[in-house]
């Protein structure tokens, strides 16, 4: 995915500002695919210069609202369906447990219980935005909460395996 589709993805849906959809990628697509505000005005230029987006009002103090455009819409399309997705898979957070046998086991445990409570703390964000958004019947809602529901599952299954792992640590190595 790319700052491009999700940018074309989410002007599907309404027409917006830079800040409309700075706010939209705060409370829906951060924990999926975050953004600076530097990085959607950006964007929005770009887009807009192919011709996949366009000014649809202008407002004071220069604030434009944007639309898709056709070609944008067909853009945002093809990507979803003729696009197959990036699945590289590459963890950082694994690749250290790999190496964790280089540590002390109580350096071992304090990782594995730093990364318990990371995703406990990612949990429990995602269940505090769940609970702030105003969700409706609209796609970006619809399908947001999909993806909401993804991170909320995977950030348990984290924090279950790192749990799980600092027990396995704990009782199979001999202790330092």
Request: glycine share 8%; hydrophobic share 45%; proline share 2%.
């Given at each position: 995915m790319s700052l491009r589709h999700a940018v074309l993805g989410?002007?599907?849906?309404?027409?917006?500002?830079?800040?409309?959809?700075?706010?939209?990628?705060d409370s829906s697509l951060a924990n999926v695919w975050p953004a600076t505000q530097s990085q959607v005005y950006g964007e929005l230029g770009k887009l807009a210069g192919a011709g996949l987006l366009e000014v649809a009002a202008e407002g004071p103090r220069g604030r434009k609202e944007y639309a898709i455009t056709e070609s944008g819409l067909a853009e945002l399309r093809s990507w979803l369906i003729d696009t197959r997705p990036d699945r590289t898979r590459r963890s950082e957070t694994l690749l250290r447990v790999f190496f964790l046998g280089v540590l002390s086991r109580v350096e071992a445990i304090t990782?594995?219980?730093?990364?318990a409570d990371r995703a406990a703390a990612e949990h429990e964000e995602l269940e505090g935005l769940e609970a702030s958004v105003d969700w409706g019947d609209d796609q970006i809602s619809v399908y947001g909460r999909l993806a909401l529901a993804y991170g909320?599952?995977?950030t348990a299954m984290q924090q279950e395996w790192a749990e799980w792992a600092r027990g396995q640590v704990a009782a199979r190595l001999p202790a330092d």
């Amino acid at each position: 995915m790319s700052l491009r589709h999700a940018v074309l993805g989410l002007l599907a849906d309404r027409t917006a500002s830079g800040y409309d959809l700075m706010k939209l990628f705060d409370s829906s697509l951060a924990n999926v695919w975050p953004a600076t505000q530097s990085q959607v005005y950006g964007e929005l230029g770009k887009l807009a210069g192919a011709g996949l987006l366009e000014v649809a009002a202008e407002g004071p103090r220069g604030r434009k609202e944007y639309a898709i455009t056709e070609s944008g819409l067909a853009e945002l399309r093809s990507w979803l369906i003729d696009t197959r997705p990036d699945r590289t898979r590459r963890s950082e957070t694994l690749l250290r447990v790999f190496f964790l046998g280089v540590l002390s086991r109580v350096e071992a445990i304090t990782y594995l219980s730093l990364e318990a409570d990371r995703a406990a703390a990612e949990h429990e964000e995602l269940e505090g935005l769940e609970a702030s958004v105003d969700w409706g019947d609209d796609q970006i809602s619809v399908y947001g909460r999909l993806a909401l529901a993804y991170g909320l599952r995977l950030t348990a299954m984290q924090q279950e395996w790192a749990e799980w792992a600092r027990g396995q640590v704990a009782a199979r190595l001999p202790a330092d």
